[in-house]
């Protein structure tokens, strides 16, 4: 190592030997022209580099590795990722812009929902309260619009005409028809019948609310008529919809209790909607 030492140094110092008299052989007052002066440059430079690689050696004992530095390529590389980086990070800040929109939407929609749930509820807490005290419940839940004095008019013709309007499809007029005939003629035989009729235009709507509500008024007292069980089922898939399977179950065991006879089709239907609400076996 010491004499690796010794041979550099001896070349440094010849090299310095050899570069100084050509510096100083040059007549101060006679300028070089460019091209010398560059290579003049050029020496002086080599000359700075192995100075400093000797002295380095020198103090470390270490080899040397001399890289030219190259900071333009550097810094335009750096710029590269600096604005592949911005990129990226506008993209992202815009994911988020987008994400945390939907998610105010989402909670506007569900402060919404909720609002309306809460309404629903309260419009239904009395029917589920008596609902639950036993079997005559129905008959005492029927808390729609107070009906009116009865009017003039005939009713036979009045409910024709709103079944008229049912088979043909009009489920708008159809509901007028039969709620105006359930608060025009409220001691008619007709009455419930239409009741049930309404409810059914009701649900058609998903108006499950005021379809139970009808329901329930259709089924007071447990009339022994063929649309009655079915009214019975109907009125079970609406507290399914509105979320009162347990209220639902026991409208269906009230179902076997009243109407152990109805038909096949009816208990069919009955069947799938306590398997949707769950009901004990």
């Known amino acids: 190592m010491r004499v690796s030492r010794l041979l ?48 380095q050696l020198r103090d470390t004992g270490k080899p040397v590795t001399v890289e030219p530095a190259d900071t333009d390529a550097r810094i335009d590389e750096l710029s590269g990722k600096l604005n592949d980086l911005g990129e ?17 939407q989402e909670r506007r929609e569900n402060a919404a929902l909720k609002a309306q749930l809460q309404a629903l509820g309260q419009r239904l807490d009395a029917a589920e309260q008596k609902l639950a005290a036993g079997p005559a419940a129905p008959a005492a839940l029927a808390d729609g619009p107070a009906p009116a004095a009865a009017a003039a008019g005939d009713p036979a ?50 108006d499950h609310a005021d379809a139970a509500k009808a329901y329930i008024g259709a089924i007071r007292g447990w009339p022994q008529t063929s649309w009655a069980p079915d009214a019975v089922v109907e009125l079970a ?19 076997n209790r009243r109407y152990p006879k109805a038909a ?8 799938a909607v306590r398997t949707q609400a769950k009901c004990a076996a």
């Not at 030997?17 to 002066?37: C, E, F, N, W, Y």
């Not at 898939?237 to 179902?255: G, H, I, M, N, Y």
């Open 157 to 206: 013709k009045d409910f024709a005409k709103a079944r008229q309007l049912m088979l043909a499809g009009d489920y708008d007029g159809a509901e007028q028809a039969f709620s105006g005939f359930v608060q025009a003629y409220p001691d008619s035989p007709k009455t419930q019948e239409a009741s049930y009729w309404w409810g059914k235009t009701l649900s058609v709507r998903a």
């Open 8 to 55: 550099l140094t001896g070349v440094a110092l010849a090299v310095l030997a050899a570069a100084g008299p050509a510096v100083s052989q040059t007549p101060m007052d006679d300028p070089l022209d460019a091209r010398d002066a560059k290579r003049v440059d050029r020496m002086e430079k080599v000359v700075r580099e192995l100075r400093a690689i000797v002295f």
């Open 264 to 271: 096949a089709s009816v208990a069919s239907r009955a069947a």
């Open 88 to 104: 990226t990070l506008r993209k992202v800040n815009g994911s988020l812009e987008t994400t945390t929109h939907d998610l105010d």
């Open 237 to 255: 898939r609406s507290l399914v919809a509105l979320k009162k399977p347990a209220d639902a179950c026991q409208t269906l065991a009230e179902l």
